[in-house]
């Protein structure tokens, strides 16, 4: 599955942002989606992953509360709905998609490209 993120930019401390991870290929109902992020000098993180179908979310407990994950199958698309957004949240986001669950990056097969997300303070 080929994977294309959009929607990152610059906002200020306590804005949002949405972000979103168009899917093409093989049927994407088939996959776990999840999102990471890398901080300039950090190894990347996870940020947040659903199911399938949509029915179970998970969050790192440093964005819990503040963002959501939420799939269309009928688009082929993952968004992230980020609030409350905090200057430690600045990054580059990059959306994945796996066959098995887990948060570890190894757990997912194929990668976007990434999307900068700047919060200011």
């Known amino acids: 599955v080929q994977l294309q993120a959009s929607g990152g930019g610059l906002v200020q401390a306590g804005g949002s942002l949405r972000l979103s991870c168009a899917a093409s290929g093989r049927t994407f109902s088939s996959y776990r989606m999840g999102w990471f992020r890398q901080a300039p000098g950090k190894e990347r993180e996870f940020v947040a992953a659903?199911?399938?179908?949509?029915?179970?979310?998970y969050y790192a407990d440093s964005v819990k509360g503040r963002f959501t994950i939420s799939r269309d199958n009928a688009k082929n698309t993952v968004y992230l709905q980020m609030d409350s957004l905090k200057p430690e949240d600045t990054a580059v986001y990059y959306c994945a998609a796996g066959e098995v669950s887990g948060r570890h990056q190894s757990d997912f097969s194929s990668w976007g490209q990434g999307t900068q997300v700047t919060v200011s303070s």
């Open positions: 659903i199911t399938r179908s949509g029915g179970s979310t």
